[in-house]
């Protein structure tokens, strides 16, 4: 199965911007999502596709894409996006299996 | 209200089994396919299983394959995870997550309820 690939950590200083990426083979057919999971919450979707945003999401989160690296970026970040950030696509190899980055921690300072 | 709620989880014996429920409400069941993700305690998101909206397609991680199954009733509005032959390294919480094509090559999991936790351990 494929793999994506996500750094393990980031700091970002309040109000300053922050970009997450994530890498993997399965990126080159299928577009990433991006999850926000808050401590003790169920994940959030985010970002999907190239840069769309559900309802409700700020417009600070913002995503981008290009051949096997998907990013996520956090334009002004506050204290509340302080966060495990997670990507995920379906899985190139077999159709519909789903994979996840291992995600990345926010720290927001 | 939109919204799934899980149930079921709770202590398992190694080897036992288990039968978690998803109760979807509030959007059109039977018009969406559904998945199973879990998170270890301080892990990461792993997808587990995912049924199509009318049951027709199925799928599973390598790792579950062959001991679990998924299985939906549309007129109860309902997704379920049979759970056998289970190992300490199945101890997570178990998410439902409802799953959208928002276009062309574009799958996300839109929903998703609180969990519920499963504990292997003898």
């Known amino acids: 199965s494929s793999e994506l690939t996500q750094d393990p950590a980031v700091s970002v200083a309040l109000g300053q911007t922050v970009r997450i990426t994530c890498q993997g083979d399965s990126l080159r057919i299928y577009f990433a999502s991006w999850y926000q999971q808050k401590s003790g919450q169920a994940p959030l979707l985010v970002i999907y596709?190239?840069?769309n945003r559900p309802s409700g999401i700020p417009d600070r989160f913002s995503g981008s894409s290009s051949g096997n690296t998907a990013s996520l970026t956090i334009t002004g970040a506050q204290a509340e996006d302080e966060a495990d950030y997670y990507c995920s696509s379906r899985d190139s190899s077999v159709n519909p299996n789903y994979v996840f980055g291992a995600g990345t921690k926010v720290t927001v300072l | 209200e939109v919204q799934l709620v899980e149930s079921g989880g709770g202590l398992v014996q190694p080897r036992g089994s288990l039968r978690l429920s998803c109760a979807a409400s509030?959007?059109?069941?039977?018009?969406?396919?559904m998945n199973w993700v879990r998170q270890a305690p301080g892990k990461g998101l792993e997808w587990v299983s995912y049924i199509s909206s009318t049951g027709g397609t199925i799928n599973y991680a390598d790792s579950v394959r062959g001991r679990f199954t998924i299985s939906r009733d549309n007129a109860q509005n309902s997704l379920y995870l049979q759970m056998n032959s289970l190992g300490a390294e199945d101890t997570a919480l178990y998410y439902c997550?409802?799953?959208?094509?928002?276009?062309?090559?574009?799958?996300?999991?839109?929903?998703w309820g609180q969990g519920t936790m499963v504990t292997v351990s003898s």
């Open positions: 997550a409802r799953d959208v094509k928002m276009a062309i090559n574009q799958y996300v999991f839109d929903m």
């Open positions: 509030g959007f059109t069941f039977n018009t969406y396919g």
């Open positions: 596709g190239k840069n």
